[in-house]
């Protein structure tokens, strides 16, 4: 077998007797094969390499609303979702809590330039709920501790009117957890909250 | 939150976001969405060289699906379905625009020298150590549209020949003399690129 | 068109003009060429941030630093084209001010950041994403792509603007005229949401406070299925609406729930003690 015939039987996969043997003997066609393997083992590494930007959701988002693909949810319906409902205010709390955590460790190691990648998608363990709350609003008041006097103040004001309105949507949806009005208030709330932290963490990246 | 935990949550996710999508919530789609965008644009990237186009067709391709969403029963996996939908909404644009999605019909036969002597410098030489992602995704960019082709839907993607000869639409002797094609003239670019690097030092 | 660039360019060189170069205040005039749908991003904590649409394929900057306490830093990644005004040490909300004006294609995706400065984007077509502390947020005749407006004490004021629209507000005020998308969704703590407009689009607006109050002005022929509840504030409509087809009731607190026309865009007005209104357009 010669270095032609060699590449033409390459391309079947199987390796035969006469292919192994000439291999042994060819240093060119033996360094040929492994480099192919290596090319087609390395492909992998382009496999979901890339993020697309925002807008592309954005733009998909609108159309899927014009052609009523997004619909508005029945009330009825809602209440048949209600364990997905729970389950997605549930989530915004650790997430928040996440938030402020990577926020901070980021304070500590300052990403390149350019690091796009997503806040929520760290893994940090979230902290147990409750204890989580608090401390996290400590987390954030410390991440805002070296700005100017006015500015830690209206932060302070915020985290207040953030709170007040996360009890009262709580207070509310203990009464009638099945409310579809006091559900999306209480995700409100929760939405506010993170605002407020994703605003405080955004700034200090930025720095 | 570990890998697997992650996963387990995913999976429950995924089959509870395709239901919430059926019935029209716009966090399911997000969801869905989220899960799979990487995969689609990446794959639109690789194939059509520019990010305008990959954002428009993952836009594309996802819509496609979305607007299916009611129909899909869960028998096969839904990533595959909206991979395979993926492939084909790039393979379209690719005809649309008169590229070359697969080249004419050529075989081995042809190529008498073969490679291996056409091969410039020294053909003993090794691709030594490993390839860097960066690397390989300047080379596949610059490898004739054909060629990328079928390197993308083969070697990164996972397809195999026979599902490649059903999406493109050429043989499966064409599929795998294409492949091999690639894969010479990725190997050429790389060395070459490696000794223009090398030069520089 | 020639004469909308023009008169364009001649509103900004007169703007400038006017403006006295104070001892310290440094100038700088940046031009990049783009492609379809740039991404454009400024992030200035102190100071104003103008946005208009351009001429296609290039964006147009001109900044202007306050002091030497200040520096610009910019980028260009492919398509994408980040500025950040860098505060050195010292640098406070006076001296660590820039203004900017910028000019970019219409179909530009850009995302705006100041703490102080009003932030302004004008005819714009792509994702226009703003974030503000204090500055009032003004975004005028832009349709077609996402508008998302974040900001704690700022008062935001939407003017022509088609989409979809999502903005949250500590204490700032929400006032949208002329507005109308497949979602506009307001979700405020104790600012004020006031809505003209005929919302229209079939689209789904959703209007939510703590304690703001919500007024929404329609007109007379607007085809809406609108619910409106408040826990602790009082609830009002000019309208006489017809009953929906679902039964509807609350427990407790205000709330009406009815039709108007048919039923093309769907209403939710929440509040938890804020007033909510839902008046008729007086023509």
Redesign the interface.
């Known amino acids: 077998m010669n270095c032609v015939e060699f590449e033409r039987v390459l391309l079947e996969g199987e390796q035969t007797p006469e292919q192994r043997a000439h291999l042994n003997s060819c240093s060119a066609c033996s360094n040929l094969l492994s480099d192919l393997q290596l090319i087609s083992n390395q492909a992998k590494l382009l496999l979901a390499s890339d993020e697309p930007s925002p807008a592309v959701w954005n733009a998909l988002e609108s159309r899927l609303r014009r052609e009523g693909i997004i619909r508005r949810a029945e009330p009825s319906r809602r209440s048949f979702g209600d364990l997905f409902w729970r389950w997605r205010t549930a989530w915004l709390v650790p997430v928040a809590a996440a938030l402020v955590i990577v926020g901070v460790l980021r304070l500590h190691h300052p990403a390149a330039a350019g690091d796009n990648a997503p806040i929520a998608k760290q893994s940090v363990a979230p902290p147990p709920v409750a204890a989580a709350v608090l401390s996290d609003d400590q987390q954030l008041l410390k991440t805002v501790a070296s700005r100017p006097p006015a500015q830690r103040a209206r932060y302070r004001t915020e985290l207040d009117d953030a709170n007040a309105f996360i009890r009262d949507a709580q207070d509310a949806i203990r009464n009638d957890p099945n409310d579809v009005y006091r559900q999306q208030m209480l995700i409100n709330a929760y939405e506010q909250k993170e605002m407020l932290y994703q605003l405080a963490v955004d700034h200090v990246s930025e720095q | 939150m570990t890998d697997a935990k992650r996963r387990q949550g995913d999976k429950l996710t995924e089959a509870e976001a395709i239901e919430r999508a059926k019935l029209g919530d716009a966090e399911a789609f997000h969801a869905l969405y989220d899960l799979h965008r990487r995969r689609v644009y990446s794959l639109c990237l690789r194939m059509t060289g520019n990010t305008s186009s990959a954002e428009d067709l993952t836009q594309e391709a996802f819509l496609q699906l979305f607007r299916k969403i009611g129909t899909f029963r869960g028998e096969s996996a839904f990533s595959t379905w909206l991979h395979r939908m993926s492939v084909n909404v790039v393979l379209m644009q690719l005809r649309k625009k008169n590229l070359p999605v697969v080249p004419l019909e050529e075989t081995m036969e042809g190529d008498e020298e073969g490679t291996v002597r056409k091969e410039p410098g020294a053909p003993d030489e090794r691709l030594a150590g490993s390839i860097d992602r960066l690397q390989l995704q300047r080379a596949v960019d610059e490898l004739p549209p054909g060629y990328r082709t079928i390197f993308v839907l083969h070697d990164v993607e996972g397809y195999e020949h026979n599902e490649i000869a059903d999406m493109v639409g050429c043989s499966i002797g064409n599929s795998k003399s294409q492949l091999h094609k690639a894969r010479l003239k990725l190997r050429e670019l790389l060395r070459m690129n490696r000794a223009e690097k090398a030069g520089k030092k | 068109m020639c004469t909308r660039d023009c008169a364009a360019k001649l509103i900004t060189v007169m703007a400038l003009a006017g403006v006295a170069f104070a001892a310290g205040e440094v100038r700088k005039d940046l031009h990049f060429k783009v492609?379809?749908?740039p991404?454009i991003s400024i992030?200035n904590?102190y100071g104003p941030v103008l946005v208009r649409a351009g001429a296609p394929h290039q964006v147009v900057v001109t900044a202007i630093l306050h002091s030497d306490k200040v520096e610009l830093d910019q980028?260009k990644?492919?398509?994408r084209i980040d500025i950040?005004s860098?505060?050195l040490s010292g640098a406070?909300?006076n001296s660590g001010v820039v203004e900017y004006e910028i000019q970019v294609p219409s179909d530009a995706?850009v995302t705006l950041?100041s703490?102080t400065g009003r932030i302004h984007a004008e005819k714009l077509h792509?994702?226009v994403t703003v974030?503000g502390?204090?500055g009032p947020i003004d975004v005028t005749d832009c349709g077609g792509?996402?508008v998302h407006v974040?900001t704690?004490?700022g008062n935001v004021s939407l003017n022509n603007v088609h989409?979809?629209i999502e903005i949250?507000s500590?204490?700032g005020d929400v006032l949208m005229n002329e507005v109308t998308g497949?979602?506009v969704a307001v979700?405020s703590?104790?600012g004020k949401i006031r809505y003209a407009g005929d919302f229209g689009d079939e689209?789904?607006y959703?209007f939510?406070s703590?304690t703001g109050d919500i007024e929404a002005i329609a007109p007379a022929l607007a085809s809406i299925d609108v619910?409106a509840?408040s826990?602790q504030g009082r609830v009002d409509s000019d309208f006489s609406l017809e009953p929906k087809h679902?039964p509807f009731y609350?427990?407790?607190g205000s709330a009406f729930a009815g039709t108007l026309g048919k039923a093309a865009s769907?209403v939710?007005l929440?509040s938890?003690?804020g007033k909510i209104h839902l008046k008729k357009r007086q023509n």
């Open positions: 492609g379809k749908r991404v992030n904590p980028s990644s492919h398509n950040v860098h505060l406070d909300k995706n950041h703490d792509g994702d974030a502390s204090d792509g996402h974040r704690l004490n989409g979809h949250m500590m204490g497949t979602l979700n703590n104790s689209g789904e959703d939510t703590h619910l509840r826990d679902t609350a427990k407790g769907s939710k929440f938890f003690s």
